[in-house]
C-alpha cells in the first residue's frame, strides 16, 4: 500500500504513464514536422529572395532551431 502511494504521489501511475508519453510522442513529432516544413520552405527561397527577407543560407539552421537573433 504505501508504493501504491509513493508512485501515485510521484506521478508514476501506470495508467497516467502511456498517455504521458504518447502526449509527449505527438508533440515532439509535431515539432518535428513543422521544422522540417519550415527547413523546405526556406531552402526552397533564391538568394535574393532569402537577402529581401533579411537572413542569409547560413542562417537558415538558426531559423530552423529557434535561436536565430538580427
Known amino acids: 500500500m504505501a508504493a501504491h502511494a509513493l508512485n501515485t504521489a510521484a506521478g508514476f ?5 502511456p498517455a504521458s508519453l504518447m502526449a509527449r510522442l505527438q ?14 520552405e526556406l531552402l526552397t527561397y533564391t538568394d535574393r529572395e532569402l537577402f529581401d527577407l ?17
Request: hydrophobic letters at 40%; glycine letters at 8%.
Open 13 to 17: 501511475a501506470g495508467a497516467d504513464r
Open 27 to 40: 508533440a515532439w513529432r509535431a515539432r518535428r514536422q513543422e521544422r522540417a516544413r519550415i527547413a523546405r
Open 54 to 70: 533579411g537572413i542569409s543560407r547560413a542562417d537558415i539552421p538558426a531559423i530552423i532551431n529557434g535561436t536565430y537573433r538580427r
